[in-house]
């Protein structure tokens, strides 16, 4: 769990810094767009990290597989963001930027909020209510 928390914010913070790299390009200084694209690469780097952390904690973990299979969502919207921006297809490509943003903060806070254990708890919770409501 600790590797997907990692990840996460390591996805969340490169998510925050590539409209401001972005942004700084529009502004007028260019060499912010070499470091857009290098952080784009990172980024989907790190989503492709996510990706593994997330099947780890769903098959290793016993964890939900919703973090593997957003996170992989995610991983192919990067892909696509990276294929539209190096072709210069910006109607596209700021939209799905914008997209890609609060998926990834989103992400971080389902990472975050997620407790281990909590799924075992309320199963064995409820399992245990329901024969006792059963013979009220």
């Known amino acids: 769990m600790v590797s997907l928390r990692v990840t996460a914010a390591l996805v969340a913070l490169l998510a925050v810094a590539q409209p401001i790299l972005a942004g700084g390009f529009l502004q007028g200084f260019y060499p912010l767009l070499n470091a857009h694209m290098v952080a784009a690469m990172i980024l989907a780097t790190a989503v492709l990290l996510s990706v593994v952390a997330g099947l780890l904690v769903w098959r290793?973990?016993?964890?939900?597989?919703?973090?593997?299979?957003?996170?992989?969502?995610l991983l192919v919207l990067c892909v696509a963001q990276i294929s539209l921006g190096?072709?210069?297809?910006?109607?596209?490509?700021?939209?799905?930027g914008v997209g890609i943003f609060v998926m990834a903060e989103k992400f971080i806070t389902?990472?975050?909020?997620?407790?281990p254990g909590?799924?075992?708890a309320a199963t064995a919770?409820?399992?245990?209510?329901?024969?006792?409501e059963a013979e009220a």
Do not use: C, Q, W
């Open 110 to 115: 389902d990472v975050m909020r997620y407790k």
């Open 60 to 73: 290793v973990g016993g964890g939900p597989s919703s973090f593997a299979v957003g996170y992989l969502v």
């Open 125 to 132: 919770s409820t399992a245990t209510n329901e024969p006792a």
């Open 118 to 120: 909590a799924d075992a």
């Open 86 to 96: 190096f072709s210069r297809v910006l109607i596209l490509h700021i939209p799905l």
